[in-house]
């Protein structure tokens, strides 16, 4: 009788070489060129489909205002958030912090 390890083993080390016999024997995937060139001027959040305007005098946008003030209340609210975590009292850790050592296991 076979034990249920040999099997087992036998059935991993097939799949392993169906996969490498798959792998090797598989046509090259096609290589797909990147555009590389940067982005000239200031993206907006407008459709897909709506002209971007990247003169000088471009004005912003209702969606690149809407960005913006959300931006700085988020700026805002984490300002405020920061400072009501640093409580008066508490002065901040300025220098080394000592790690608890190491206790010996107890023997019985």
Same mark, same amino acid.
């Given at each position: 009788?076979?034990?249920?390890? !040999? /099997?087992? @083993?036998?059935?991993?080390? #097939?799949?392993? !070489?169906?996969?490498?016999?798959?792998?090797? &024997? @598989? $046509?090259? /995937?096609? @290589?797909?060129?990147?555009?590389?060139? $940067?982005?000239?001027?200031?993206? +907006? !959040?407008?459709?897909?489909? %709506? &002209? %971007?305007?990247?003169?000088?005098?471009?004005?912003?946008?209702?969606?690149?205002?809407? #960005? +913006?003030?959300?931006?700085?209340?988020?700026?805002?609210? !984490? =300002? =405020?958030? %920061?400072?009501?975590?640093? @409580? %008066?009292?508490? &002065?901040?850790?300025?220098? =080394?912090?000592?790690?608890? =050592?190491?206790? $010996?296991?107890?023997? $019985?």
């Amino acid at each position: 009788m076979v034990g249920s390890h !040999l /099997i087992i @083993s036998a059935v991993a080390t #097939a799949a392993a !070489l169906a996969g490498c016999f798959a792998y090797l &024997l @598989s $046509p090259p /995937i096609p @290589s797909v060129a990147v555009d590389q060139q $940067p982005h000239l001027g200031k993206l +907006t !959040l407008g459709a897909p489909d %709506a &002209l %971007a305007l990247k003169g000088p005098d471009w004005q912003p946008v209702e969606n690149d205002q809407a #960005a +913006t003030a959300y931006l700085e209340a988020a700026q805002a609210i !984490l =300002r =405020r958030a %920061a400072q009501a975590s640093a @409580s %008066a009292d508490e &002065l901040p850790v300025t220098g =080394r912090i000592p790690l608890p =050592r190491k206790r $010996p296991i107890p023997r $019985p």
